[in-house]
């Protein structure tokens, strides 16, 4: 006899436009496919050929999109502002940067661009049915109050907003003066302001009440590493749940060391600024050009740029690294700092140098830094030589290797997938967690 506990629930996903998103949820869903259950994912059509090969069904939001509420794949033109972004990185300090972003509130832009995405999903969940749905984006929708079944909040970003401490976004460290965080927040309040007041404009239009973006009613989900998460500050916001790691399956866990590196001698560092800001190749060549000196072998994700990049003697690079292959068998990780490159990193005990280019970014820089796991290196202090000296102090620091095999070992012996699987499938199938 099937009991309902038994059941093969129906679960869709969605993210926003960013892979970094887009990966959180698939590493989620494998867990749930693991354990027998349907997964669905809505995302844009460029994503199809991820999301099908692990097995899942895909809907495409463009086929569902109303004519008079057209959506974007905003990741069309993400090249011209990361460049832009590296550009004033470059020249101005983060309190500088954060200014300037103020004056231009994209976040805004983005939400009054979102309604069709609205529209889209409700008819995508309608036309599924599923038990449960998981939204990965910066901030509550409003189709997630709409829906017929139990919508989860997915947080894929440093957690830092979900606790009272330093101002998110901004890279303060949680030893920095209050001053310090007012001085921050005081800029960073007017944008803030902006921000709610078009999320309740957008809630009014589809006669939602808007509570707060960053709500969970039953259930949120924050992924980040248990052994990095904010345990000074005050607990987090209410319902939501911390899963220390969804890191997704790559086809291959076999990464061969290219011949051009095999007989060199030197430690082997691997280099990565992400899917979005790879594709800023001032950045790369930046980094790379000073690494020419360096007595050490380099493999790099060269992104979809990669052609423009020029790899030295002491380099190889592709545009697209197996990057959970690779990272058992390097010795330093030189990242941007996003979250997911973080927890696979720390995993499987690497080192890291993070040069962090925006957004949450700065905030996992400095928590890196606050807890002994690497060096955090600003764009705006950057030289050839600040990295060189990086590289080896961080090599030769035993503190830090040593912090860095805690942190590893702490994270293999989590039992945080089993607990929040199962709360997915106890809020699936009861609709309630009281």
Not at 69 to 96: H, S, W, Y
Not at 137 to 160: A, E, R
Not at 325 to 340: E, M, Q, V, Y
Not at 397 to 419: M, P
């Amino acid at each position: 006899m099937v009991t309902e506990n038994d059941k093969r629930l129906k679960i869709l996903f969605t993210a926003l436009f960013g892979p970094g998103h887009l990966n959180a949820c698939l590493g989620i869903g494998l867990l749930l496919q693991k354990r027998g259950h349907q997964v669905y994912v809505a995302h844009f059509p460029r994503h199809r050929p991820t999301v099908e090969k692990h097995g899942f069904k895909f809907f495409s939001l463009l086929d569902y999109a109303e004519p008079e509420f057209p959506i974007m794949d905003m990741l069309d033109g993400f090249e011209a502002q990361a460049t832009l972004a590296f550009e004033n990185a470059r020249k101005l300090t983060v309190l500088e940067q954060i200014r300037e972003k103020a004056k231009e509130n994209d976040l805004v832009n983005f939400i009054r661009a979102s309604r069709g995405e609205n529209y889209v999903m409700m008819k995508i969940v309608k036309e599924i049915n599923p038990d449960i749905c998981l939204a990965d984006y910066l901030f509550n929708m409003p189709w997630m109050f709409l829906v017929d079944c139990p919508v989860i909040p997915v947080k894929s970003v440093n957690p830092l907003e979900l606790y009272n401490g330093p101002p998110p976004l901004t890279g303060c460290s949680v030893h920095d003066s209050p001053t310090v965080w007012e001085e921050f927040r005081q800029v960073t309040r007017k944008a803030d302001l902006e921000i709610e007041s078009e999320l309740q404009k957008l809630f009014a239009d589809f006669n939602v009440e808007f509570e707060s973006y960053n709500c969970a009613q039953q259930l949120g989900i924050y992924i980040y590493p248990g052994p990095l998460d904010y345990h000074e500050l005050s607990p987090p916001k209410e319902n939501w749940v911390r899963l220390d790691s969804s890191i997704r399956s790559p086809e291959t866990m076999n990464f061969e060391l290219p011949d051009k590196l095999k007989d060199k001698p030197g430690k082997l560092i691997y280099i990565s600024m992400g899917t979005l800001a790879s594709a800023v190749t001032q950045l790369l060549t930046m980094i790379l050009n000073p690494l020419v000196n360096s007595p050490h072998r380099f493999i790099v994700s060269t992104g979809v740029n990669g052609d423009s990049i020029k790899l030295h003697d002491n380099m190889w690079g592709d545009k697209f690294i197996n990057q959970i292959a690779l990272l058992p068998k390097i010795d330093l990780f030189i990242t941007h700092g996003g979250s997911n490159s973080l927890i696979e990193g720390l995993t499987v005990g690497k080192p890291l140098i993070v040069i962090p280019q925006f957004g949450d970014q700065l905030d996992n820089a400095q928590r890196i830094v606050d807890l002994g796991l690497g060096v955090r290196i600003n764009l705006h202090e950057f030289s050839g030589e600040k990295l060189l000296k990086a590289i080896e102090d961080v090599l030769n620091n035993k503190e830090i290797h040593s912090n860095v095999a805690r942190v590893s070992e702490e994270l293999k012996k989590s039992d945080s997938r089993d607990k929040v699987i199962s709360l997915i499938e106890q809020l699936a199938r009861n609709k309630t967690l009281c």
